[in-house]
């Protein structure tokens, strides 16, 4: 009687941690998105500590001058962002409609991430207008 019911919990074990791992494998697939070097989010911030880099070498800035550009240029790629997120609070672009339920791909909101930096960092990095130019193309 006993190896019975301990070959079933057995079975159970198995066969319901495996459907359990299937689901958490299809719903990781529906909502991943790129994280860490992958994420468009990163590549800007990257390309943000490269443009911060030049300008101060440039222009010797104080640092308040250099923190506050970093902060609003992350501060439009948050607000861009938060269109596309159900429960994302903006910080300037209160009042903006969210976009539909149906735009929010990773594509859609990787195109709103990019031209946020892109004309955030055109505004405070001048100088390096053509090495964004290049990394907005790619």
């Known amino acids: 009687m006993y190896r019975y019911l301990s070959i079933f919990l057995f079975a159970l074990a198995i066969f319901g941690c495996k459907e359990k791992s ?39 800035p104080r640092p308040t001058v250099t923190s506050r550009y970093l902060g609003l240029i992350f501060v439009s790629v948050f607000d861009a962002w938060s269109r596309y997120d159900e429960s994302a609070i903006p910080v300037y672009l209160e009042g903006v409609d969210r976009r539909p339920s149906d735009e929010h791909t990773l594509n859609n909101k990787e195109i709103a991430v990019s031209y946020a930096a892109f004309r955030a960092m055109n505004e405070y990095y001048y100088a390096d207008m053509a090495l964004f130019s290049e990394f907005m193309k790619e």
């Not at 468009?40 to 222009?59: H, P, S, V």
């Open 22 to 60: 299937d689901q958490n494998k299809a719903l990781s697939e529906v909502t991943s998105e790129p994280t860490g070097v992958d994420n468009i989010a990163y590549k800007w911030g990257k390309m943000a500590l490269i443009a911060t880099a030049n300008d101060t070498e440039r222009f010797q």
